[in-house]
């Protein structure tokens, strides 16, 4: 905030400087007339940023942006009228013998004034340019800072509502295997802990490295494992090699909830197949399962799955992602496909 006041005054003491050595630029090298130059130039530019910082710093503000447009323009007409008729005096009382024309004749009274009229819009105009401009760029950095900020939330938001359904249903997993086999239920617990801790503590980032995600689903594949019988396949595949790409993270967790979900059956053969690969930035992702629909009051997962996944999708990879999914011969399959550079 300091270096942008500092660089305006800067900007506005050059342009002042500028403007005051003009006449000098422009008559290099020829004869000079301080008298010309003052009665010309330098009372007239006085005049000018009078009217420009008067209106900068208060009228614009007070008047033109508050929609009173008819007395902002009244106080520039007096303003501009009283600065006309006090340059004709000073003129007429110092400057009068350089005012004529060769001809010792001085020009109508009504033509300097109208042209005197016109030169004072100028600094006027100007100031209503950089003001306005200035408005429109605060207002345009406000409009993205507050879409930004409704992005992050809605961000969040869909991130909160993963949390508590992928946590219940990792605990119905382990609930079923209370029973069944405690050492395993006790073995899962500390398995979900380590996920629970990835979720609440390394998630909280735009990215994170590809290989840590990995690693995460790796884990809760394994947990959701335990659970299942013979009957039920689960084959996958990820990048072993460090690739180095950053992603953000929870994407692919809700279609593997939704694969588990959906694509195991108590009494039937099941199978589910996922692999991800890597093609230079670009992250493909791939899974397939036999299709079980349960009933709407089932709630093993996370049930908000595929929704909750595009929404973050379109506010985090605009026209980066593909995203399909098909259904055929009682096969669900998805592919998501995301740009990450």
């Given at each position: 905030?300091?270096?942008?006041?500092?660089?305006?005054?800067?900007?506005?003491?050059?342009?002042?400087?500028?403007?005051?050595?003009?006449?000098?630029?422009?008559?290099?090298?020829?004869?000079?007339?301080?008298?010309?130059?003052?009665?010309?130039?330098?009372?007239?530019?006085?005049?000018?940023?009078?009217?420009?910082?008067?209106?900068?710093?208060?009228?614009?503000?007070?008047?033109?942006?508050?929609?009173?447009?008819?007395?902002?323009?009244?106080?520039?007409?007096?303003?501009?009228?009283?600065?006309?008729?006090?340059?004709?005096?000073?003129?007429?009382?110092?400057?009068?013998?350089?005012l004529r024309n060769k001809n010792g004749?001085?020009?109508?009274?009504?033509?300097?004034?109208?042209?005197?009229?016109?030169?004072?819009?100028?600094?006027?105009?100007?100031?209503?340019?950089?003001?306005?401009?200035?408005?429109?760029?605060?207002?345009?950095?406000?409009?993205?800072?507050?879409?930004?900020?409704?992005?992050?939330?809605?961000?969040?938001?869909?991130?909160?509502?993963l949390q508590p359904h992928f946590f219940?249903?990792?605990?119905?997993?382990?609930?079923?295997?209370?029973?069944?086999?405690?050492?395993?239920?006790?073995?899962?617990?500390?398995?979900?802990?380590?996920?629970?801790?990835?979720?609440?503590?390394?998630?909280?980032?735009?990215?994170?490295?590809?290989?840590?995600?990995?690693?995460?689903?790796?884990?809760?594949?394994?947990?959701?494992?335990?659970?299942?019988?013979?009957?039920?396949?689960?084959?996958?595949?990820?990048?072993?090699?460090?690739?180095?790409?950053?992603?953000?993270?929870?994407?692919?967790?809700?279609?593997?909830?939704?694969?588990?979900?959906?694509?195991?059956?108590?009494?039937?053969?099941?199978?589910?197949?996922?692999?991800?690969?890597?093609?230079?930035?670009?992250?493909?992702?791939?899974?397939?399962?036999?299709?079980?629909?349960?009933?709407?009051?089932?709630?093993?997962?996370?049930?908000?799955?595929?929704?909750?996944?595009?929404?973050?999708?379109?506010?985090?990879?605009?026209?980066?992602?593909?995203?399909?999914?098909?259904?055929?011969?009682?096969?669900?399959?998805?592919?998501?496909?995301?740009?990450?550079?």
């Amino acid at each position: 905030m300091k270096h942008n006041k500092k660089l305006t005054l800067f900007s506005h003491v050059l342009t002042w400087l500028i403007l005051i050595s003009l006449p000098y630029i422009l008559s290099y090298g020829q004869e000079q007339e301080i008298n010309r130059i003052i009665a010309h130039f330098w009372v007239p530019l006085c005049f000018y940023a009078v009217i420009f910082y008067i209106n900068y710093f208060v009228l614009i503000d007070r008047f033109l942006f508050k929609k009173e447009t008819v007395l902002f323009v009244l106080i520039n007409i007096l303003m501009i009228a009283i600065f006309v008729t006090l340059k004709e005096q000073i003129e007429t009382a110092f400057f009068t013998d350089i005012l004529r024309n060769k001809n010792g004749n001085a020009p109508p009274l009504k033509m300097v004034i109208y042209v005197q009229m016109l030169s004072f819009l100028a600094p006027l105009l100007f100031s209503i340019a950089i003001k306005t401009t200035k408005r429109w760029v605060k207002t345009e950095a406000e409009r993205k800072e507050a879409a930004n900020f409704k992005l992050q939330s809605e961000l969040q938001h869909l991130h909160y509502q993963l949390q508590p359904h992928f946590f219940f249903n990792s605990l119905n997993n382990i609930y079923a295997l209370v029973d069944i086999s405690p050492a395993e239920a006790k073995s899962s617990i500390h398995s979900l802990s380590k996920l629970m801790r990835y979720m609440l503590y390394e998630t909280n980032v735009d990215k994170v490295l590809l290989s840590k995600e990995i690693e995460f689903l790796q884990k809760y594949i394994e947990l959701m494992k335990l659970r299942l019988s013979d009957k039920t396949k689960v084959n996958y595949a990820f990048p072993s090699a460090e690739t180095g790409i950053k992603i953000a993270p929870l994407l692919f967790i809700s279609l593997i909830e939704n694969a588990f979900k959906h694509g195991v059956s108590a009494s039937n053969l099941s199978h589910i197949n996922i692999e991800m690969i890597c093609e230079n930035t670009a992250v493909i992702f791939k899974i397939n399962n036999n299709n079980y629909p349960k009933q709407t009051s089932d709630k093993s997962g996370s049930g908000i799955g595929l929704q909750n996944l595009e929404k973050r999708l379109q506010l985090l990879y605009p026209n980066k992602f593909e995203f399909n999914n098909t259904l055929e011969n009682n096969i669900f399959s998805v592919t998501l496909k995301i740009e990450t550079s």
